[in-house]
């Protein structure tokens, strides 16, 4: 079992503890070494002329099988597409229904390097997996509050690494389940906490792999969890207030970001510090990734550009049902602030082992910032420039990437392209 990571490894705002496993040396401004994100395309699928097979419904879930077979889950067909390295059709797997290999939602996607897939499925709480040929092999009932946030294939065997649920999520799928007369479903992991799932087990048990830190908060000033009765859940301006107006958290408070590398170590970051941690199972850090990069501090401009763009985000929820309800808008508004900004804003590791890092660009909440590449060996490689390139959908062998692009009607495409040997 993973250890818990103590207060050694924990960075709260101004001080780093990383002292007892890295020297820390003293700040200095990073120098970026320039990559050159010019990638060959192998193919597309998509589009308005695409086949029908093709026809995706939205940029759904992805990932790439040991023979570069790519999978598609595409939500509102209810089925997963895979596309063989040529970019032709090779099966569909699954349909709507309620039988075996069928779906009502769903939401996740596994992929294994042998070929084989885990979907779960919000409405059903199941978790299906597939054999190599698309197959449907088994299903596990869920029975957890909400969703898992992260799934991701166990490189060791037929298993998952997942991330539980936020607070909020667990409550409404928990109300979901006294309104539909089942029992109320339980977690053993948070959002903040990572577990494994024996896929090849009767029961379905999530083992607590790693509990990462959490930014300490002021429990008295928290918001309490809102409760919901039954007839709530039938009021539409009730439910939509008490499941998209509850306001969790600090804005910039530092969430866990974390990726699997190919011998089943975890890479992870919990704090606003540039410090990606490598933990084997059994709980040893082997190694924590760092770059002389200081977090940003809080500044008054970006306190007011934040409670106004989450103002805008929250009022389009609630556009059809008149508006940003009042008390919504002053939770927003009274609404904490983390004091720094968190520098690890994405992270994935590549099929050899590598990980690419995603930095912030100009603003905490710009989708486009420069990215870190860390070859299998650790070692820094170089930075490719804020607006060049997004980190990929998914990793693949070979160096094959897939990206998703929507045309200005918003029609998807997935395109597939071929790293450089020095980023994989």
């Given at each position: ?9 924990r ?12 020297a ?32 995706f ?44 290999g ?12 042998d ?17 190599p ?10 029975r957890?509050q ?12 037929v298993?998952?690494y ?7 999520g667990s409550?409404?799928?928990?109300a979901?389940d006294?309104?539909l ?5 339980r977690?053993s ?12 087990a ?13 930014a ?5 000033a ?45 890479a992870?970051s ?28 809080l500044?008054?401009?970006l ?6 763009r ?34 690890v ?5 590549t ?34 420039a ?8 998914a ?30």
């Open positions: 079992m993973f250890g818990r990571i103590g207060p050694s490894l960075r709260t705002a101004g001080a780093t503890a990383l002292a007892c496993f890295v820390v040396p003293p700040p200095t401004a990073a120098q970026d070494r320039p990559l050159t994100a010019d990638f060959p395309e192998v193919y597309r699928a998509g589009g308005l002329t695409a086949p029908d097979w093709a026809q419904s939205g940029r759904g879930p992805v990932g790439f099988d040991g023979v570069g077979n790519l999978h598609v889950l595409d939500h509102s067909a209810a089925q997963v597409i895979v596309i063989d390295p040529r970019g032709e059709h090779l099966r569909s797997v699954g349909r709507s229904g309620e039988g075996p069928e779906f009502e939602l769903p939401f996740q996607l596994a992929v294994w390097r070929g084989r897939v885990a979907v779960s499925d919000i409405m059903r709480s199941t978790l299906q997996v597939f054999a040929d698309g197959r449907f092999d088994r299903v596990l009932q869920t957890t909400g969703t898992l946030r992260e799934i991701r294939p166990d490189p060791q065997g298993a998952l997942v991330q539980g649920s936020s607070q909020t409550q409404t799928f928990s979901i006294e309104l007369g089942q029992e109320p479903r977690d992991i948070d959002d903040f906490g990572i577990g494994r799932i024996d896929l090849t009767g029961d379905f048990i999530i083992q607590p792999l790693l509990q990462a830190w959490r300490p908060r002021d429990d008295a928290e918001e309490p969890p809102e409760e919901l009765s039954l007839n709530d859940l039938l009021d539409d301006a009730k439910w939509r207030t008490a499941t998209f107006g509850r306001v969790e958290g600090r804005f910039f408070e530092p969430p866990l970001r974390w990726d699997v590398l190919p011998d089943g170590t975890i992870y919990d704090s606003s510090a540039y410090a990606v941690k490598l933990v084997r199972p059994g709980g040893q850090v082997v190694d924590v990734l760092r770059r002389p990069i200081e977090p940003e501090g500044t008054r401009r306190r007011s550009a934040a409670i106004e989450e103002i805008d985000r929250r009022g389009s929820l609630f556009e059809d049902s008149g508006g940003l309800p009042d008390e919504v808008r002053k939770r927003i508004e009274d609404r904490e602030f983390y004091p720094e900004i968190q520098i804003r994405q992270l994935s590791a099929w050899e082992g590598g990980l690419w890092i995603r930095r912030p660009g100009e603003d905490p909440w710009d989708t486009q910032g420069p990215i870190d590449v860390f070859d299998p060996d650790r070692q820094y490689v170089g930075t490719f804020a607006g060049t390139v997004g980190i990929p959908a990793f693949g062998p070979d160096g094959l990437v897939a990206y998703w692009e929507v045309d200005e009607l918003d029609v998807p495409t997935i395109v597939v392209k071929r790293l450089p040997a020095e980023v994989r």
